[in-house]
C-alpha cells in the first residue's frame, strides 16, 4: 500500500488507475461497497485501484472551531484500505486552493490531468468542487469528456436508514458502540501513544495506560468494556474509563485502559482500544474505597461481556 499525496503526479504504475473517491472518514459499510465497486471496475480494466481520503477534514477548514469528530486516524485509513484490496491512498490536502477549485477544472486539471485516471467511484450522495458545485452526476458527464468512466454507489440501508459517519458519530455519542460496531462491521478504535499520567490507578491496584483521545469524536464518558492491540500485535481484553475522571483533579480528558492479566511498561507504545461495550457513565463516588469497590464490579462484567461469543 502506497500512501500518496494530492499535490504530487501520480508514479506511472499508477496511472490509468480506478479512483474511490471521497472521505471514507470510518470506512463504514457505505464506503466499503464504494470501495468494492472500484475494486470490481478495476479487475474489469485491468488497472490499479486508489482510495481517496481528505486531511484535513473539510469540514475542519470551514469550521475550525467544531469539536473533535474524525472515526479514524490517516494510518487507520491506510491499513482498511489495505485490507479492502486498494494498491494506494491518496490524501488530498483540502486548503484555499482546493476549496476554491471548479468542478470543471477538478475533473479535468486533478482527475484526468494531474492523475490521468480511467475511472472513478463515488456515492450518490457525492459533492464536489467550489461552492460543492459538482455533484455525481455532472462528474460523469464531465469525466466522459475526459476519458474517465465515473459511476455512483447508491448509500447502504441498515435498519430503514443509510448508513453514514453522522450516524455512526450518534451512536457513540449515544453511549451506543454496538450500533457503531455493526455499521462499521467493526469496533470504533482509539489509536494513541501511551502517555505517562499521575500513576493514580496503579495506586488504587488498577494501573492504565493513558492515552489522549486526539481529533477523535468523543464516544459518551464512561466506563467501557475494550479489546486493545499492543504494537507487537497480542491482542488484550480490558476495561477502561473514558472521561474527565470526576474523583480527581486537575479535571483531564483521557482514555484510561486497564488491561487483563498483564504487567509490564507501556510508556511511549501505540495502543489501539476496539471500544465494545458501554457499561456505565462516569460518576463521582464518597470516598476511593467505594470507587475501587466500584472497579471491581466494573472488571467482572467487562469480563463476562468480552468472554461471550462477538
Known sequence: MQ??????????SLRG?????????????????????AISLGFHKRAPVIVATFDPHPVHHFKPDAPPFRLTTLDQ??????????????????????????????VSGVLAGRFGLAGVVTGTDFTFGRGRSGNADSLRTLGRAHGIDAEAVPPVM????????????????????ATATRLLTRPFS?????????????????????????????????????????????????????????????ARELLEVFIFDWSGDLYD????????????GEQKFDG????????REDEAQARRLLALPQ
Open 3 to 12: 500512501r500518496l499525496a494530492s499535490d504530487q503526479p501520480l508514479p506511472d
Open 17 to 37: 488507475a480506478v479512483l474511490a473517491l471521497g472521505n471514507f472518514d470510518g470506512f463504514h459499510l457505505g464506503h466499503q461497497a464504494v470501495v468494492n465497486r
Open 77 to 106: 485509513r491506510e491499513r482498511l484500505f489495505a485490507h479492502a484490496g486498494a494498491d494506494a491512498m491518496l490524501v488530498f490536502a483540502f486548503d484555499e486552493a482546493l476549496a476554491a477549485t471548479g468542478a470543471d477544472d477538478f
Open 158 to 177: 441498515v435498519g430503514g436508514q443509510p448508513v453514514s459517519s453522522s450516524r455512526i458519530r450518534d451512536a457513540l455519542a449515544a453511549g451506543d458502540p
Open 190 to 250: 482509539i489509536e494513541g501513544t501511551v502517555e505517562r499520567g499521575d500513576a493514580r490507578g496503579r495506586e488504587l491496584g488498577y494501573p492504565t495506560a493513558n492515552l489522549s483521545l486526539g481529533g477523535y469524536q468523543r464516544p459518551a464518558y464512561g466506563i467501557y468494556a475494550v479489546r486493545v492491540r499492543l504494537d507487537d500485535g497480542s491482542e488484550h481484553d480490558g476495561v477502561a474509563n473514558l472521561g474527565v475522571r470526576p474523583m480527581f483533579e486537575p
Open 269 to 280: 507504545r501505540v495502543l489501539e482500544v476496539d471500544v465494545i461495550a458501554f457499561l456505565r
Open 288 to 295: 476511593l474505597d467505594a470507587l475501587v469497590a466500584q472497579m
